[in-house]
Nanobody, 123 residues
């Protein structure tokens, strides 16, 4: 069974940091582009960051540039989202998604999706 499982969410104070993980089981992520998305209550899902299968190409939502970093660890079959300087507006359920085509991830129509992990930024 092909699965993506997110972890690392939680409650953090403004200005704090979290590192989200997206682990794959049943398949290797080596040939897949990966994206992180988020959805806050009452809002549409938005793309936060994407990374190509080679790791060479990355992109970020404007509001997270300079604060979030996406990376991949081939040996661990895992993709990470390091989130620093967190703000209350970053509060959302964060999802990772995978697709062989980078464009599909960017467009939010990736083939595989995780169940999400809650990130809450509050004092």
């Amino acid at each position: 069974q092909l699965q993506l499982v997110e972890s690392g969410g939680g409650l953090v104070q403004p200005g704090g940091s979290l590192r989200l993980s997206c682990a794959a089981s049943g398949f290797t992520l080596d040939y897949y582009a990966i994206g992180w998305f988020r959805q806050a209550p009452g809002k549409e899902r938005e793309g936060v960051s994407c990374i190509s299968s080679t790791g060479i190409i990355t992109n970020y939502l404007d509001s997270v540039k300079g604060r979030f970093t996406i990376s991949r660890d081939t040996a661990k079959n895992t993709v990470y989202l390091q989130m620093n300087s967190l703000r209350p507006e970053d509060t959302a359920v964060y999802y990772c998604a995978a697709d062989r085509r980078f464009r599909s991830v960017v467009d939010g129509v990736a083939e595989y999706w995780g169940q999400g992990t809650q990130v809450t930024v509050s004092s």
